[in-house]
């Protein structure tokens, strides 16, 4: 999901697994986008669920070149 330039993806897990964040990764660099936030919603705290991802600009420069 796109929300004001950031990619956000939203799960209801037990935790976040390395899974996740290369999931969420993935989509960063495919969307060539810098900044992605990982929202777990199975948490007392909606504010420990969250986890902000950043894309290198590196990687991105290369999906840029592809594109």
């Keep these: 999901?796109?929300?004001e330039g950031l990619v956000v993806e939203l799960k209801s897990?037990?935790?976040i697994e390395?899974?996740?964040?290369?999931q969420?990764?993935?989509y960063l660099r495919?969307?060539?986008k810098e900044?992605?936030?990982?929202?777990?919603?199975?948490e007392a705290l909606l504010k420990d669920g969250i986890l902000r991802v950043a894309?290198?600009?590196s990687t991105s420069q290369d999906v840029r070149e592809l594109l």
Excluded: C, D
């Design 18 to 22: 390395p899974v996740h964040k290369k």
């Design 30 to 32: 495919l969307s060539v």
């Design 24 to 26: 969420l990764l993935s």
């Design 13 to 15: 897990v037990q935790r």
């Design 35 to 42: 900044i992605g936030l990982l929202i777990n919603f199975n």
């Design 55 to 57: 894309n290198s600009s």
């Design 1 to 3: 999901m796109l929300v």
